[in-house]
């Protein structure tokens, strides 16, 4: 007689919604993807078409997030907290053969409603870190707020049901929490997303379990929300200010009409309704002044490096994804203010013809949130930002276009770290280059007194 190779189905149907930009990938300069890419996108940015990365979807077009990266995602972060996963996920280490996993991870299909949009980027010179010329382009992401589904399925034993079910019911609760990120740009803040999920288990030996798991009978009654974590085992930086002129720049200008005549005003990005200062922006920013930092104190090119990330050098290196996680910046409650300016020729010194143009920064009086995190194993690295966050309130450095004229300063209040377990150190600003702090300062002293010591 034939053994069963499952005895135990368990369903779980799963909503998402983003709560920060998700970046899919996508076919970069192909025709056909471009053009749907177009029609779903509300926003155009100046930057080359052709050059445009795209979002990932099929032929109807309904926008997708590939099953495989989304059991990617999830196998990747068991791995990374010491777990097999082969069980669930599959292997082929054993004899080269290939032995399927019991999780069956469906795509993750996005409702007909969901807008995308573009947003501009630069590819950077790895040597100077300066704009490299003709390397503008736009990237396609899905705005926050999109909501997607998809489906886990788990095929085992009553003897593998309880231990295997938990596992599952772990991961959902990491990607819940934000300990695991979907898709591409995780550093720079994309692929966040909460869920709710409803679950029911078959118990095949049953006639009437058999039955409605042959007819696909799908899983009903109040959706649940995943637990919360207690052991994260990232650190987060939170810096709290205000701004009062910030522009970061989205690439083309916009329409406008001033005294009854038309006119191109350069706006700063704007997505789902919030101004927002991408976390490509406050990366870029705070590498450069952590790069700087790490000179002064003798640390080796690899330590930002692993840090921020590094572009690939060809061959067969493929570059290095960085361990720091920067989120968007959204601005509420933001007010514009239009400014003329004139564009000054610098050989003679005088006015450029034709050069009146007109920018739009926004201001906040609304506290707004600059969030970051670490793994809490990088203690050099946690010195490293910490100084560097620190400059930034101080205002030793800026966000967005504009420095030269005042732009891009933070009237910052304090900066938080949260420490994994629930510990919590606070640093509050004050005038003259001070701040004062409270809470567990001690492990914060110890990343200090780790990055000095590297100096001899």
Not at 3 to 8: I, N, P, R
Not at 81 to 90: R, V
């Amino acid at each position: 007689m034939l053994k069963a190779e499952f005895t135990v189905a368990a369903w779980y149907e799963v909503s998402a919604e983003c709560l920060t930009p998700i970046r899919t990938g996508g076919a970069d300069n192909d025709p056909e993807t471009l053009l749907l890419t177009k029609r779903l996108t509300p926003v155009r940015t100046d930057g080359n078409a052709a050059d445009a990365e795209t979002v990932f979807m099929n032929a109807q077009p309904v926008l997708l997030l590939q099953g495989s990266s989304l059991a990617g995602a999830l196998r990747g972060w068991l791995e990374e907290n010491g777990e097999n996963a082969d069980a669930l996920f599959g292997s082929s280490a054993v004899g080269g053969q290939i032995r399927p996993g019991r999780l069956r991870v469906s795509d993750g299909v996005f409702l007909p409603e969901t807008e995308t949009t573009l947003r501009p980027r630069l590819k950077l010179n790895p040597k100077t870190h300066a704009a490299e010329n003709d390397k503008k382009f736009d990237m396609a992401h899905i705005q926050t707020g999109a909501r997607f589904d998809f489906r886990l399925i788990w095929l085992g034993t009553e003897e593998t049901q309880k231990g295997e079910l938990a596992t599952i019911e772990r991961m959902l609760s990491a990607l819940h929490n934000g300990e695991i990120r979907l898709g591409a740009q995780k550093s720079n803040g994309f692929g966040r997303v909460s869920l709710r999920y409803r679950k029911r288990v078959y118990i095949l030996s049953k006639e009437n379990d058999r039955r409605e798991w042959l007819n696909q009978s799908p899983p009903d009654g109040v959706p649940i929300t995943p637990e919360a974590l207690t052991d994260s085992r990232r650190v987060q930086f939170i810096l709290r200010f205000r701004a009062d002129s910030l522009l970061v720049k989205a690439g083309a200008e916009a329409f406008a009409e001033e005294d009854g005549k038309p006119s191109m005003v350069t706006v700063s990005i704007e997505e789902a309704g919030y101004a927002v200062i991408p976390g490509s922006s406050v990366k870029g920013a705070v590498r450069a002044r952590a790069e700087q930092i790490a000179v002064l104190k003798g640390l080796p090119v690899g330590e930002t490096e692993s840090l921020f990330g590094r572009m690939a050098r060809g061959g067969n290196d493929n570059g290095l994804a960085g361990v720091a996680r920067f989120e968007d910046i959204r601005l509420s409650n933001e007010k514009r203010v239009r400014v003329k300016r004139i564009r000054i020729n610098r050989f003679t010194g005088g006015v450029v013809t034709s050069g009146l143009f007109t920018e739009e920064p926004v201001s906040t009086s609304v506290p707004a949130e600059l969030r970051v995190s670490l793994p809490a194993n990088r203690e050099r690295g946690c010195a490293l930002l910490l100084y560097a966050l620190r400059d930034l309130a101080w205002n030793l450095y800026g966000l967005g276009s504009g420095r030269s004229i005042g732009r891009g300063t933070l009237d910052a209040s304090e900066l938080e770290i949260r420490l994994p377990g629930g510990g919590t150190a606070l640093f509050r600003f004050r005038d003259g280059f001070r701040c004062e702090a409270s809470g567990e300062v001690e492990t914060v002293q110890g990343w200090l007194t780790g990055l000095e010591a590297k100096r001899t």
